[in-house]
C-alpha cells in the first residue's frame, strides 16, 4: 500500500528482531512502540508468528518485524515457527539479533547460526536484560562481537540495553532513524501493524492463557476467534438536526481456547470456571484498551485433538508449512 502525496522528507526502514525465545524481542518492541502491542510471558516460545510493527518518529518510518524465538524442535509447530523468524529476515535493511546477558551468551550466537543456516544482510547485535546483570559494563562484549563475527560476518556492531528500565534504547533508535532511506511510508498513518485487529484478540486471550497455565499446558493451546462484531461505530448516529453520540455499544467478541485433550480441557475451565474466567477477564481489558471500547468476551474451550499438527489448522494460524515440514498431514 503506498501513500500518494507523501512528505518529501519522509525516510523508512525495515528491521528484523530475531533471536532464541524468551531473549526479550517483544518486550524490546513493545518498549519502542510506547505500548504493549505484542505480546510478552515468562515463557519461552511466546511469539508464534511474524508480524509487522509500525512507529513513526517525525518523518521516519520503522517497521519492526517481531519474530518467534528459533529453536531446535522436531515438532511440526515449532519447524512452522522457526521458518517464521526466517522469512522474518527478507527484505529487511537490517536484521536486530538479541542476545539474554543473563545467559549463556556466546551458545546463543552458535545456536542461531545452526538454525538460520545462512549468514543475514546487515546485522547488529542486541544484549538484552542489562538490568539482570551486575556491572554488565565489565564484561568483555567486545571479545564476544569479534569472535561472533567469525560465525556471522555481517555483524556490524552492537548495543547493550533493558527493556525493562529502558536504558540505551534510545541508541537504536537513534541508529535506525540515521539508517533509513529517502522514500515513501508503507503504511498509512495510524496504522500499527499489518495484521488484523482479529489476530491481536486472539494474541491476548493467548497471552493470559500462557501466563496462567502451567508446565506444557501452553504449548498445547491455541485461541481462533469466530466472531468479531464490531459494534464502536454502532455508537455514533445521525439526529433528525445533528450527529448525536449513543452511549457506547460493546462489541461481541466469540473465541475458542484450543486444547489437545479432555484432561486439559477441564484444567483450563478450572473449577466453576475460575480459570477460564481468569484468562478472559484478564483479556477483555487488553481488548478493550485496543478497540477503545466495551468488549463482551464469549471464550470456550475446545478439544481438538493434536491440532499442532493439523495443516488446516495450523494455516489458521497463520502458520503455513515450512520448508523442512513433515508431508503428511491429519484431516480436520
Ligand atoms: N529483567 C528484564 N526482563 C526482561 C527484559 N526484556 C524482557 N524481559 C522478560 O523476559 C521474558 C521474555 O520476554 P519476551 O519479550 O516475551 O521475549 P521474546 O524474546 O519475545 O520471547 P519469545 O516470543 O518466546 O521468543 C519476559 O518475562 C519479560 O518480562 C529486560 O530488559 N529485563
Ligand atoms: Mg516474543
Redesign the pocket.
Known amino acids: 500500500m503506498l501513500i500518494e502525496h507523501q512528505h518529501p522528507s519522509n525516510k523508512s526502514i525495515m528491521v528484523s528482531v530475531l533471536g532464541a525465545?524468551n531473549v526479550g524481542?517483544?518486550?524490546f518492541v513493545n518498549n519502542l512502540m510506547g505500548f504493549d502491542l505484542?505480546?510478552?510471558t515468562n515463557k519461552p516460545q511466546?511469539?508464534r508468528n511474524k508480524f509487522h510493527c509500525v512507529i513513526n518518529i517525525d518523518h521516519t518510518e520503522i517497521i519492526l518485524v517481531?519474530t518467534?524465538?528459533v529453536h531446535v524442535n522436531k515438532k511440526e509447530i515449532n519447524k512452522r515457527m522457526n521458518e517464521q523468524a526466517k522469512e522474518g529476515v527478507q527484505g529487511t535493511d537490517i536484521n536486530l539479533l538479541l542476545i539474554d546477558l543473563s545467559k549463556e551468551i556466546f551458545k546463543q550466537f552458535t545456536e542461531f547460526k545452526d538454525i538460520m543456516k545462512t549468514d543475514l544482510n546487515r546485522t547488529w547485535v542486541v544484549f538484552t536484560k542489562t538490568d539482570k546483570v551486575e556491572d554488565f559494563e565489565k564484561l568483555p562484549l567486545d571479545e564476544v562481537v569479534e569472535k561472533a563475527k567469525t560465525l556471522l560476518p555481517s555483524i556490524e556492531k552492537f548495543f547493550s540495553i533493558s527493556s525493562k528500565t529502558g536504558d540505551n534504547i534510545h541508541l537504536i533508535t537513534g541508529a535506525l532513524c540515521d539508517e533509513a532511506q529517502s522514500g515513501p511510508h508503507l503504511y498509512t498513518d495510524g496504522a500499527v501493524s499489518n495484521k488484523s485487529e482479529r489476530f491481536f484478540v486472539a494474541e491476548y486471550i493467548r497471552e493470559q492463557a500462557f501466563s496462567i497455565l502451567k508446565e506444557e499446558l501452553p504449548y498445547e493451546i491455541a485461541v481462533t476467534v469466530e466472531e468479531f462484531m464490531d459494534n464502536r461505530k454502532k455508537g455514533f448516529s445521525k439526529g433528525a438536526a445533528e450527529r448525536t453520540i449513543k452511549p457506547s455499544i460493546a462489541s461481541m467478541i466469540s473465541a475458542s481456547i484450543l486444547v489437545n485433550r479432555a484432561s486439559q480441557r477441564a484444567i483450563v475451565v478450572g473449577s466453576k470456571g475460575s480459570v477460564i474466567k481468569e484468562i478472559g477477564t484478564r483479556a477483555r481489558k487488553k481488548i478493550e484498551s485496543m478497540v477503545g471500547g466495551q468488549v463482551h468476551l464469549n471464550l470456550h474451550v475446545k478439544v481438538s485433538p493434536n491440532w499442532f499438527k493439523n495443516n488446516f489448522v495450523l494455516e489458521e494460524l497463520g502458520l503455513p508449512r515450512a520448508t523442512d515440514s513433515s508431508r503428511v498431514w491429519r484431516k480436520k
Do not use: A, E, Q, R
Open positions: 525465545p524481542k517483544s518486550s505484542s505480546v510478552v511466546t511469539t517481531d518467534p524465538g
